[in-house]
């Protein structure tokens, strides 16, 4: 077993990592958009009313990004936020049922009833397609 798998059978430090890998993927969606738009953090800053550490404490993760923050940088950066639900890849201490990578290495573990394909993509463009394998 792979130690990130026997530190996500631990309840507290499952519900961590899924909190910092939620504030990762919106913080690299933001900084993606920033550099594919030309927006520096000084110009997001000035929309904001804010100094220019405030929006890089925020990207970096080192202040608390609450939904009202977020709906703030999206005014500021004309944008709007589109997500969908889907069943976590990760794996937890009850969960047998493997998930196939379509795209990429590897194979995640997930208990899910549901005959379910899902897609997950990165600010970095990366994609990843997972589907249910059925035995």
Known sequence: MALM????????YHRLY????VI??????LCKYMKDHN???VELARKLGKNKSFVSQVLNGGR?????????FL????CELRFELAPT???????????EILSGRGTKQKKHSQQVTFYETW???QEQTYKKVVN
């Open 64 to 72: 608390n990004l609450t939904l009202r923050t977020l709906a703030d």
């Open 89 to 99: 890849a990760t794996p937890r201490k009850d969960e047998e049922t493997k998930w």
């Open 123 to 125: 600010a970095s463009g």
């Open 39 to 41: 927006v520096s953090r």
């Open 5 to 12: 798998d026997e530190y996500l059978k631990d309840k507290d």
């Open 18 to 21: 899924n909190q910092e890998r």
């Open 75 to 78: 005014w500021a950066l004309n």
């Open 24 to 29: 990762l993927k919106v913080t690299e969606a």
